[in-house]
């Protein structure tokens, strides 16, 4: 019904059941591990006004399993990536693998998945930092070179009165780099490839 994807290593598909409605993987060396993806199969959909919600659990310094809620997955939404590298000193919530007798090895990490109404998956608020951004790749460093560009011309800002004659040299006014900062952010913000018309 599920798989479970970490960067490097073989998809895993064979989720071990704990209970009828409660899935886990293993997740070894999870210290190297950053983003997890947890995805549907396909072979089996959620039952009607059902999906998974999607549980990290590390080892704390005792042995002792701390288990976070990452987000969750849905017929409508069959997949979702995972950022978990920041997660392993944060501290636990509220889960429903608690009274399970989950075999475990103290290093392995496990990923969770409890098969709950859709009403109560909206109703629960996922680790802050756990989400990964929507915003790829390419849309980040153009925000950041726009930043930097803005920033760097900004620093060599004069007023008028500080100026001095250089009929050699062009200046460009403040206000104009500012506009262009803003109407090119605006227009990424919009489209990140408006850029390719």
């Known amino acids: 019904m599920f798989g479970c994807l970490v960067a490097g290593r073989l998809v895993q598909t064979a989720a ?28 089996i959909p959620f039952p009607e006004g059902m999906g998974g ?22 017929n409508g939404k069959p997949s979702a990536i995972f950022k978990i590298s920041g997660l392993k000193s944060g501290e636990g919530s509220q889960h429903p693998f608690g009274a ?13 998945i409890s098969v709950e109404l859709l009403d109560s998956l909206a109703q629960q608020t996922p680790v802050g930092n756990a989400a990964v951004s929507s915003v790829d790749s390419f849309t980040q460093f153009t925000q950041k070179m ?43 913000a919009q489209n990140p490839l408006f850029w390719k018309t």
């Open 100 to 112: 399970m007798n989950i075999v475990r090895t103290p290093s392995v990490a496990q990923i969770g």
């Open 53 to 74: 919600s999607v549980y990290f659990s590390y080892p704390d310094s005792n042995g002792l399993p701390v288990w976070q809620l990452l987000g969750f997955v849905t």
């Open 16 to 43: 071990q059941q704990v209970a009828e409605d409660k899935f886990v993987f293993d997740l070894p060396d999870y210290e190297n591990i950053n983003h997890v993806v947890v995805f549907m199969l396909g072979t």
């Open 146 to 188: 726009l930043d930097n560009f803005y920033n760097f011309a900004s620093s060599f800002a004069v007023s008028q009165a500080q100026m001095t004659p250089s009929p050699s040299e062009m200046f460009i006014p403040a206000n104009v780099v500012l506009k262009w900062y803003e109407n090119f952010q605006r227009r990424l």
